[in-house]
């Protein structure tokens, strides 16, 4: 009996059973989708535009665009971390800057690409510690400090993003009172995974979140654990490179043609971007100029990490722009997720970065960011930075455009019974436009005859020509636009 009670968390490894991901028959607007200017292209910035969105499980997976002053065809896309699929043969998607027709080319598939699997303990003389892991060789030197954030002793659960090298990993946190001296009333662990990628990655939560429990009522019961890591192991490159090239051939077919991209499970009901933007308010525009202009975004919270974790993505989720080869020369804009002082070295040589942390520590290390987020206080030591926290007209424009939105498709829902779209896919799409509307401008103005930035150009793409003419000059100049600025200081209005 003992033997069946540790396998059985075996029958639930996939939050998703197969047959769900079957891709459905591609649909005439899908089709045409792919050639408007809301399909993802992979770019070398690391910011990819993917419509394929957040939902809500219980939801048709289908949207349409209503940001903007533009109306789009309905895209099909998949649900929560994609709990179901629903693309176009050609797809529209990018992961680690390969597009689904390069995957077809190269024969690559995106599944069971588990590199570790890994259980870490709290010991009360030697503190976090690796208990066990396959292969046994790996490389996890920190990993038994990002998957048990400082403070989690507080806390009787949660889950945690994190990256570890070229891998990302999740792990699930779990603490249970016992009646132990040497425990100290109390045994804390973590079970978890890396992936080259963090896109499937919440298909394991369930098993891990059960897997912990297991571990913490039956220690050193690993058998679920090493038949789960023979089962998903990636095939990785000789070179070492850590990206996955070619799985095992037992992968299912249907999974082949399915659309994958960086997203993460919607662990609570009223979803990621949504409670993300809630949370904020009107502060969530300073954040998306922050996040357009790449700079390092740390996030301060205290434990529990997971919901935090989410706010890395919602942030990169703002930067998304789906025109072709935008972004090449701007730095790579990618989530850290969760850090903490182990991490400090490398941050010293990052660029560009989302990440969250619980070690206030970092507050007082400002050469290692650039904005600084705790709780709904965003705020910058850089002086040439300080102007963005202001919002202007413009900004509280978008924000009141972005609510009435949101009340629209709200009215909707309650009226009409409109389950198609969803918040996730509004909030997404909105800033997508708004970006897109930005850089295609932008692109315009420079490939003319006379590649001069005026006021009415400005004020087309949704900005103050006054206000955010600081935010323009620093956009120009990272993402390598050649246009000319002659828009009038505030010192010297125009009087045109």
């Known amino acids: 009996m003992v033997e069946q009670s540790d396998r059985a968390p075996l029958l639930d490894w996939e939050e998703v059973p197969p047959a769900e991901l079957v891709p459905a028959a591609p649909s005439p607007e899908t ?42 065809s309905p895209h099909k896309h998949s ?14 998607c990018a992961f680690h800057g390969l597009s689904v027709r390069d995957r077809r080319v190269t024969g690559w598939e995106e599944k069971d690409q588990i ?17 066990w892991c396959l292969p046994q060789d790996v490389n996890l030197e920190g990993v038994e400090f990002k998957s048990m954030a400082s403070g989690s002793h507080r806390i009787s659960s949660d889950f945690i993003y994190f990256r570890k090298g070229c891998y990302f990993g999740l792990a699930c946190f779990a603490n249970m009172p016992v009646e132990s001296e040497l425990e100290r009333g109390a045994r804390m662990k973590s079970v978890g995974i890396l992936s080259p990628s963090y896109t499937l990655l919440y298909r394991y939560m369930h098993f891990l979140e059960n897997q912990v429990r297991h571990q913490l009522q039956c220690p050193g019961q690993y058998s679920p654990l090493e038949a789960f890591y023979e089962d998903k192991k990636a095939v990785l490159p000789s070179g070492g490179n850590g990206l996955v090239t070619a799985c095992p051939t037992s992968v299912l077919g249907p999974i082949v043609n399915r659309c994958m991209h960086p997203e993460m499970k919607i662990t609570h009901p ?3 971007m949504s409670q993300f933007i809630r949370f904020f308010g ?25 919901v935090v974790c989410y706010r890395v993505y919602c942030c990169c989720c703002l930067a998304n722009v789906s025109i072709p080869g935008m972004g090449v020369s701007a730095p790579e804009f990618r989530p850290f ?16 970065y989302v990440a969250c942390t619980t070690e206030k520590i970092f507050e007082e290390k400002k050469e290692l960011y650039d904005v600084y987020i705790d709780n709904q206080n ?7 930075l300080q102007p963005l926290l202001r919002l202007n007209s413009a900004d509280r424009e978008k924000y009141r455009k972005l609510c009435e939105q949101r009340q629209l498709l709200l009215y909707s829902q309650e009226v009409d019974g409109d389950c198609t779209s969803n918040e996730e896919d509004l909030f997404i799409l909105f800033f997508m436009e708004q970006n897109n509307r930005i850089f295609q401008t932008l692109s315009e103005v420079a490939g003319s005859a006379d590649p001069t930035l005026s006021a009415e150009h400005v004020r087309a793409m949704g900005l103050d020509p ?27 209005p125009s009087h045109s």
């Open 79 to 92: 649900g929560p971390g994609g709990d179901a699929s629903a693309t176009d043969e050609e797809g529209d």
């Open 378 to 384: 965003v705020k910058t030591h850089r002086e040439s």
């Open 115 to 131: 590199v570790a699997v890994f259980v870490v303990t709290f010991d009360t003389r030697s503190g976090n510690m690796i208990e």
């Open 466 to 492: 006054q206000s955010d003419r600081g935010f323009l000059v620093d956009l120009l100049e990272i993402y390598g636009i050649d246009v000319m600025l002659v828009i009038d200081n505030p010192c010297c």
């Open 270 to 272: 009223a979803g990621c």
């Open 282 to 306: 009107e502060q969530i525009m300073v954040l998306w100029k922050f996040a357009l202009l790449r700079k390092r975004i740390l996030i301060f919270s205290p434990p529990p990490v997971g």
């Open 337 to 352: 997720f969760y850090i903490n002082v182990a991490d400090i070295a490398t941050l010293e040589t990052e660029v560009s």
């Open 31 to 72: 089709e045409d989708s792919i050639h408007s200017g809301l399909s993802s292209y992979p770019t070398e910035g690391g910011v990819r535009a993917d419509i394929s969105l957040n939902t809500s499980p219980a939801r048709p997976n289908s949207v349409t665009a209503v940001s903007g002053e533009s109306a789009h």
